[in-house]
């Protein structure tokens, strides 16, 4: 885990959530790019040398983010981000579930409620999420498919693009 940049990550059990908070040395407008275009996401979302690649995306409130994670041996994953409230520059929150190849949620796969809010600080911008999950059991089996690493991983490569972005 990088540590200089994961500032927490903290799995809280009992309220079946994950928070997560997560500096970057950009400003938040160029954050928020990160986190809410489809052309920047597919550049840093995928833990390498797995990519993402964007189906559609509708960045706004009822809209949806659906894109697939590609294997180093063409293997794809598909995921949908539903988008709830969209606050613009400071924070959305949605639903990401995992699906077939035609969008069509995966009952025996967690679903998660995400919150994510943007604060800058001196040219750092901080990305607080907050991860909720129905039960325990959707929590420990993200947990258990290396969800903590692989945002990490991710992060990094955020890091990179945001590094390349001047």
């Known amino acids: ?33 990160a986190w809410t275009t489809s052309e920047m996401l597919d550049k840093w979302w995928a833990p390498k040398p797995w990519v993402a690649v964007t189906q559609s995306m509708d960045f706004s409130e009822g809209g949806a983010w659906f894109y697939y994670m590609k294997g180093p041996d063409g293997e794809r994953h598909y995921s949908r981000a539903d988008y709830d409230e969209i606050d613009t520059g400071n924070r959305y929150s949605g639903y990401d579930a ?60 955020l890091d990179g693009v945001l590094a390349d972005w001047r």
């Open 1 to 33: 885990m990088d540590k200089q940049r994961f500032l927490s990550f903290d799995v809280d059990r009992g309220n079946q959530k994950i928070t997560v908070r997560r500096e970057f040395a950009a400003d938040k407008n160029r954050v928020w790019q």
């Open 98 to 157: 995992f699906v077939d190849a035609d969008g069509n949620i995966l009952e025996d796969m967690p679903r998660t409620f995400w919150l994510v809010g943007f604060e800058e600080s001196d040219g750092h911008t901080f990305v607080n999420i907050e991860l909720r999950f129905d039960k325990t059991e959707d929590l420990e089996k993200t947990l258990e498919m290396g969800f903590e690493e692989g945002f990490a991983m991710g992060m990094r490569n």
